[in-house]
């Protein structure tokens, strides 16, 4: 029985509008659906789930589409989650040579030191950005062998960076750290001042722009020596 006054209208109850379902992509539109998929994994990861955590069906409900939809682009979550990551570090090698690129080409040092400022300002103004790299990888099943590891990429970027950086004579010495071994220790370097940064705050300064300045010439210092030519 209604609750109202007798002879008064009563209006039906209203519901909650239903989220709107994702408008199907027309012929044609299917690589937008994949990166509308890619996208909505990273979101959630963003959001700080674990990668175990997070299944197809979680992933396909933040897309706004159904699951069997996930299966024409990716055959299983490790190959979607493996997509992502060759996505996310190509995008930061891209960002790390467009910055070398900014500089002369005939100021290696300048290329070098714009390039561990791009790093650094990844990592610092993106963190949730920045951790993908290194928190994901390790919790999916490995690669199969033929496959090179995506976080190559970003190594590959750091010895275009350091190789004209390094003297003749030291390149042509057997007793000498080549580009590759040069830039390792570099990007380790930097990744472990960073890992000190977030998770032991009173082992290391605030991240500020000057401090961020201060790593870069002590690293390269400790790499490359006293540099007179050295621009920072």
């Known amino acids: 029985m209604s609750g109202g006054r007798p002879g008064e209208r009563t209006s039906a109850p209203t519901s909650t509008p239903a989220k709107p379902s994702r408008v199907p992509n027309r012929w044609g539109e299917g690589s937008r659906l994949r990166q509308e998929i890619l996208e909505a994994a990273e979101r959630l990861l963003e959001q700080g789930e674990l990668p175990e955590e997070i299944s197809l069906r979680g992933i396909a409900r933040e897309a706004g589409v159904t699951a069997p939809a ?60 920045y951790h993908l790299l290194f928190r994901i990888g390790p919790d999916l099943p490995p690669l199969p062998d033929a496959r090179v590891h995506p976080m190559g990429v970003i190594l590959d970027a750091w010895i275009e960076a ?9 390149r042509a010495a057997e007793d000498s750290l080549d580009a590759e071994q040069t830039a390792k220790l570099l990007w380790s370097g930097l990744h472990g001042q960073f890992g000190l940064y977030w998770n032991i705050p009173d082992a290391a300064k605030p991240l500020g722009r000057t401090e961020l300045d201060a790593l870069r010439e002590s690293l390269l210092l400790t790499l490359f020596g006293p540099r007179p030519d050295r621009h920072p």
Do not use: N
Request: aromatic share 8%; hydrophobic share 40%.
């Open 70 to 129: 996930i299966y024409k682009h990716f055959k299983d979550k490790a190959e979607l989650m493996w997509t992502l990551l060759d996505g996310v570090y190509a995008t930061m090698a891209e960002d790390m040579r467009t910055a070398q690129r900014s500089t002369p080409s005939d100021t290696p040092w300048a290329g070098l030191c714009a390039v561990i400022d791009a790093y650094s300002r990844i990592a610092t103004s993106e963190p949730r950005r």
């Open 162 to 170: 350091v190789a004209p950086c390094l003297p003749e004579s030291v």
